[in-house]
C-alpha cells in the first residue's frame, strides 16, 4: 500500500513539474544561451567567427562586420560584399545608431530605364532583376567601413576583421546539401554569366554536398580590401574591374559611381507598443515605419484577449496591413530624394485614424483603401544577423543583393556577385515588383538614389528601459510581417525569441489582395472564418520570411534563436 502511495505521489509531482509547474510553451526548442555574448546568423561558420572577434576583446560591431565578411562566402545568395544593408547599433550608455548602406542608383540612371519602347518592363538581361543594368552601386563595404571607424573597439584590426572571411574563400568549406542543391537550383540564369558559371556551377559541372568550396577571386578581393582598406572597393583594382565589366556589357555603374558612393548615418527611428521603446531602421526602409505603424494600430485593440493567431487576431493583422502597405506604396522612398511624412505616418493619432471603420467581421477590399491622408508631414531573400557583446552593446544588421543570388552576374575577376537591388525601385510607378509590391512615383528611379526598402532591422526596450530583444528577418516585404509578428509574440504572448521566431505567420500588402499564410500554420477552421470576413487566401502557402534575433534575458543571459524555417546557428559563451 505504502508503495502504492509512493508511486501515486511521484506521478502527481512529475505531473505538476510538466503540465503545471512550467510556463504554457509554444513548441520551439530552447534558445541558445550565452552568459556574455551571442551572435545569431544564418551559417554557423560565421557565427563562430563574430563570437571569436568579441572573445578577443572586439564589441558587437566589429563581431558584426566579421559576420558579414564571411556570409558574402559561406552564404554567397544574400551575403555579400556587392550589395547593401542596414546595421542597427545601441550601446549599453543608451546611444543608438542606424548606418545606411543601401545601394545608390548609378548616376546615368532615369526613370524609365527599365521600360521598352511600348511601355513594357524589360526583362531579363537589361531588366531591373537580371543582368548587369539590375545593379545599384554595392554599400556593404562603405557601411562596414564606416560603423568599424566610428564605432569598433579600436581593440581590433581591420585586417583582422577581415581575415577569417579571406580565409574562408581561399581554403574553402564543405558545402552542404542546402546551399549545393541551391545552386543548382539557380543555374539558369547564373550559367548566363561567365564568372558566375564557373565559380558556382563548375562550369556546368556544378558541385555537389561533401564538395570543398573555394572562391579564389573573392579571396584575393578580400586581400585587397584586408591591406587596402574598404575603399579599395571603391577606388582600387576591384572597383576598375567592377567598372571595365560593366562597360563591356552595358552596365551603367561606373568608376566615379564606385568613388562616389556614400554610407550615412541616420537617426534612428523610434516607436512604442504597448509601453516598450521600439528602436528601428528609417527610411529608405519603409520597415520601421510600415512595422510602427501595424503596431500602433493594433495597441488600440487587446491582442491577447483575441488569442494568438485566433481569425479575430489574423484578421486585425490583415487588416492594418492593408492599410500600412498601402500607405507604403504611396508615401515611402529615399528621404534624401522625396518627402517622406515619417512623425505623420509612425504618429499614434493617425494610426488610430487609419484603423477607424475596422469591422471585426468583414474585410476591408484593398480596392477600396486607399494611401491615407497625410497631412504635415521585397521571398526568400535577404540576410539578417544579431550580435550582443559582452558589454551590452547590441547590433541588428539586415543586408541583401535582393533576389537570390542578386543580378546572377559575377563581376568579372572579382568574385562578388552584385545586387539586382534596381528592382526596389518603381520600375514602372503604380505596376508590380519582384515581390508583387507596388510602389509610386517617389520610390522611382534616379541617379544617385537609393531605393525603397523592406528592412527591419530592430531593437525593443524593457518597460524600465534596458534592452530586452532585438530580431529582424530575411524575405523582402515579408520582413515587416515577421518581425512584427515576432515583437506581438513577445510582447502580447510573452513568448521567448525561440517560440516568437517559430510561431507561424501571415503576411498581408494591400496588393495583391490576398493573404500569404503557412502550410499547417492556420487551422482550416480559422481560414474558414476569415474566408467569410471576405479574405481570400493565397494559392500556394509557403513561409513568411524567416528570421534571427536575441534575447537578453533578466539575468543578462543572452539568448540566441534561429528561425526553424532556415539554416543558421546561434553562437554564445
Ligand atoms: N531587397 C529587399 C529589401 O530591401 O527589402
Do not use: C
Given at each position: 500500500?505504502?508503495?502504492?502511495?509512493?508511486?501515486?505521489?511521484?506521478?502527481?509531482?512529475?505531473?505538476?513539474?510538466?503540465?503545471?509547474?512550467?510556463?504554457?510553451?509554444?513548441?520551439?526548442?530552447?534558445?541558445?544561451?550565452?552568459?556574455?555574448?551571442?551572435?545569431?546568423?544564418?551559417?554557423?561558420?560565421?557565427?563562430?567567427?563574430?563570437?571569436?572577434?568579441?572573445?578577443?576583446?572586439?564589441?558587437?560591431?566589429?563581431?558584426?562586420?566579421?559576420?558579414?565578411?564571411?556570409?558574402?562566402?559561406?552564404?554567397?545568395?544574400?551575403?555579400?560584399?556587392?550589395?547593401?544593408?542596414?546595421?542597427?547599433?545601441?550601446?549599453?550608455?543608451?546611444?543608438?545608431?542606424?548606418?545606411?548602406?543601401?545601394?545608390?542608383?548609378?548616376?546615368?540612371?532615369?526613370?524609365?530605364?527599365?521600360?521598352?519602347?511600348?511601355?513594357?518592363?524589360?526583362?531579363?538581361?537589361?531588366?531591373?532583376?537580371?543582368?548587369?543594368?539590375?545593379?545599384?552601386?554595392?554599400?556593404?563595404?562603405?557601411?562596414?567601413?564606416?560603423?568599424?571607424?566610428?564605432?569598433?573597439?579600436?581593440?581590433?584590426?581591420?585586417?583582422?576583421?577581415?581575415?577569417?572571411?579571406?580565409?574562408?574563400?581561399?581554403?574553402?568549406?564543405?558545402?552542404?546539401?542546402?546551399?549545393?542543391?541551391?545552386?543548382?537550383?539557380?543555374?539558369?540564369?547564373?550559367?548566363?554569366?561567365?564568372?558566375?558559371?564557373?565559380?558556382?556551377?563548375?562550369?556546368?559541372?556544378?558541385?555537389?554536398?561533401?564538395?570543398?568550396?573555394?572562391?579564389?577571386?573573392?579571396?584575393?578581393?578580400?586581400?585587397?580590401?584586408?591591406?587596402?582598406?574598404?575603399?579599395?572597393?571603391?577606388?582600387?583594382?576591384?572597383?576598375?574591374?567592377?567598372?571595365?565589366?560593366?562597360?563591356?556589357?552595358?552596365?551603367?555603374?561606373?568608376?566615379?559611381?564606385?568613388?562616389?558612393?556614400?554610407?550615412?548615418?541616420?537617426?534612428?527611428?523610434?516607436?512604442?507598443?504597448?509601453?516598450?521603446?521600439?528602436?528601428?531602421?528609417?527610411?529608405?526602409?519603409?520597415?520601421?515605419?510600415?512595422?510602427?505603424?501595424?503596431?500602433?494600430?493594433?495597441?488600440?485593440?487587446?491582442?491577447?484577449?483575441?488569442?494568438?493567431?485566433?481569425?479575430?487576431?489574423?484578421?486585425?493583422?490583415?487588416?492594418?496591413?492593408?492599410?500600412?502597405?498601402?500607405?507604403?506604396?504611396?508615401?515611402?522612398?529615399?528621404?534624401?530624394?522625396?518627402?517622406?511624412?515619417?512623425?505623420?505616418?509612425?504618429?499614434?493619432?493617425?494610426?488610430?485614424?487609419?484603423?477607424?471603420?475596422?469591422?471585426?467581421?468583414?474585410?476591408?477590399?484593398?480596392?477600396?483603401?486607399?494611401?491615407?491622408?497625410?497631412?504635415?508631414?521585397?521571398?526568400?531573400?535577404?540576410?539578417?544577423?544579431?550580435?550582443?557583446?559582452?558589454?551590452?552593446?547590441?547590433?541588428?544588421?539586415?543586408?541583401?543583393?535582393?533576389?537570390?543570388?542578386?543580378?546572377?552576374?559575377?563581376a568579372k575577376g572579382t568574385g562578388v556577385l552584385l545586387n539586382d537591388e534596381m528592382d526596389d525601385f518603381a520600375a514602372r510607378p503604380g505596376k508590380p515588383n519582384l515581390f508583387g509590391l507596388i510602389q509610386g512615383e517617389r520610390n522611382k528611379v534616379e541617379g544617385g538614389?537609393?531605393?525603397?526598402?523592406?528592412?527591419?532591422?530592430?531593437?525593443?526596450?524593457?518597460?524600465?528601459?534596458?534592452?530586452?530583444?532585438?530580431?529582424?528577418?530575411?524575405?523582402?516585404?515579408?520582413?515587416?510581417?515577421?518581425?512584427?509578428?515576432?515583437?506581438?509574440?513577445?510582447?502580447?504572448?510573452?513568448?521567448?525569441?525561440?517560440?516568437?521566431?517559430?510561431?507561424?505567420?501571415?503576411?498581408?500588402?494591400?496588393?495583391?489582395?490576398?493573404?500569404?499564410?503557412?502550410?499547417?500554420?492556420?487551422?482550416?477552421?480559422?481560414?474558414?472564418?476569415?474566408?467569410?470576413?471576405?479574405?481570400?487566401?493565397?494559392?500556394?502557402?509557403?513561409?513568411?520570411?524567416?528570421?534571427?534575433?536575441?534575447?537578453?534575458?533578466?539575468?543578462?543571459?543572452?539568448?540566441?534563436?534561429?528561425?526553424?524555417?532556415?539554416?543558421?546557428?546561434?553562437?554564445?559563451?
Amino acid at each position: 500500500m505504502m508503495h502504492r502511495i509512493k508511486l501515486f505521489a511521484a506521478f502527481l509531482l512529475t505531473f505538476s513539474v510538466l503540465f503545471v509547474g512550467l510556463p504554457v510553451r509554444a513548441a520551439a526548442p530552447d534558445p541558445v544561451r550565452g552568459r556574455s555574448a551571442m551572435v545569431a546568423s544564418q551559417h554557423e561558420l560565421a557565427s563562430r567567427i563574430g563570437a571569436d572577434i568579441m572573445r578577443k576583446g572586439g564589441n558587437a560591431v566589429d563581431a558584426a562586420i566579421a559576420v558579414g565578411l564571411a556570409l558574402a562566402v559561406v552564404y554567397p545568395e544574400a551575403g555579400n560584399i556587392g550589395g547593401g544593408g542596414f546595421m542597427l547599433i545601441r550601446r549599453a550608455d543608451g546611444k543608438a545608431f542606424a548606418i545606411d548602406y543601401r545601394e545608390m542608383a548609378p548616376k546615368a540612371a532615369g526613370r524609365d530605364i527599365f521600360v521598352n519602347k511600348d511601355g513594357e518592363l524589360i526583362r531579363g538581361e537589361g531588366g531591373s532583376q537580371i543582368g548587369y543594368r539590375a545593379s545599384g552601386v554595392p554599400g556593404t563595404m562603405a557601411g562596414f567601413d564606416l560603423a568599424f571607424k566610428k564605432y569598433g573597439s579600436g581593440k581590433i584590426k581591420w585586417a583582422d576583421i577581415v581575415d577569417p572571411a579571406r580565409r574562408l574563400a581561399v581554403n574553402g568549406y564543405v558545402l552542404s546539401h542546402r546551399l549545393a542543391s541551391l545552386l543548382i537550383g539557380y543555374k539558369e540564369h547564373l550559367a548566363k554569366y561567365p564568372d558566375s558559371n564557373r565559380i558556382f556551377l563548375n562550369n556546368g559541372k556544378y558541385f555537389k554536398e561533401g564538395d570543398l568550396f573555394k572562391q579564389p577571386e573573392l579571396g584575393a578581393t578580400l586581400a585587397r580590401i584586408q591591406k587596402l582598406g574598404a575603399k579599395e572597393f571603391y577606388t582600387g583594382e576591384t572597383a576598375r574591374m567592377i567598372a571595365a565589366d560593366m562597360k563591356a556589357n552595358n552596365g551603367l555603374i561606373t568608376l566615379e559611381d564606385l568613388k562616389n558612393y556614400v554610407a550615412k548615418d541616420r537617426e534612428p527611428l523610434r516607436g512604442t507598443y504597448r509601453g516598450h521603446e521600439i528602436i528601428t531602421m528609417p527610411p529608405p526602409s519603409s520597415g520601421g515605419i510600415v512595422m510602427l505603424q501595424i503596431l500602433n494600430m493594433l495597441e488600440g485593440f487587446d491582442v491577447k484577449a483575441m488569442g494568438h493567431n485566433s481569425s479575430a487576431e489574423l484578421h486585425l493583422y490583415t487588416e492594418a496591413s492593408r492599410r500600412a502597405f498601402a500607405d507604403r506604396a504611396e508615401y515611402m522612398a529615399d528621404p534624401d530624394f522625396a518627402d517622406v511624412p515619417t512623425a505623420m505616418l509612425t504618429n499614434k493619432a493617425y494610426a488610430t485614424r487609419r484603423i477607424t471603420g475596422f469591422d471585426p467581421k468583414k474585410a476591408f477590399a484593398s480596392s477600396n483603401t486607399r494611401p491615407g491622408n497625410v497631412t504635415g508631414g521585397e521571398g526568400t531573400e535577404t540576410t539578417h544577423y544579431t550580435v550582443v557583446d559582452p558589454a551590452g552593446t547590441i547590433v541588428s544588421n539586415t543586408y541583401t543583393i535582393n533576389d537570390l543570388y542578386g543580378s546572377r552576374v559575377t563581376a568579372k575577376g572579382t568574385g562578388v556577385l552584385l545586387n539586382d537591388e534596381m528592382d526596389d525601385f518603381a520600375a514602372r510607378p503604380g505596376k508590380p515588383n519582384l515581390f508583387g509590391l507596388i510602389q509610386g512615383e517617389r520610390n522611382k528611379v534616379e541617379g544617385g538614389k537609393r531605393p525603397l526598402s523592406s528592412m527591419t532591422p530592430t531593437i525593443v526596450m524593457r518597460k524600465d528601459g534596458k534592452p530586452w530583444f532585438a530580431v529582424g528577418a530575411r524575405g523582402g516585404p515579408r520582413i515587416i510581417s515577421a518581425v512584427m509578428q515576432t515583437v506581438i509574440n513577445v510582447i502580447d504572448f510573452e513568448m521567448n525569441i525561440q517560440q516568437a521566431i517559430d510561431a507561424p505567420r501571415i503576411h498581408h500588402q494591400w496588393l495583391p489582395d490576398e493573404i500569404y499564410w503557412e502550410q499547417f500554420g492556420i487551422s482550416a477552421d480559422t481560414r474558414n472564418i476569415m474566408t467569410s470576413y471576405g479574405h481570400a487566401f493565397n494559392e500556394r502557402p509557403g513561409n513568411i520570411a524567416s528570421a534571427t534575433g536575441i534575447m537578453i534575458d533578466k539575468e543578462g543571459v543572452r539568448l540566441g534563436a534561429i528561425d526553424s524555417r532556415s539554416d543558421g546557428a546561434a553562437v554564445g559563451y
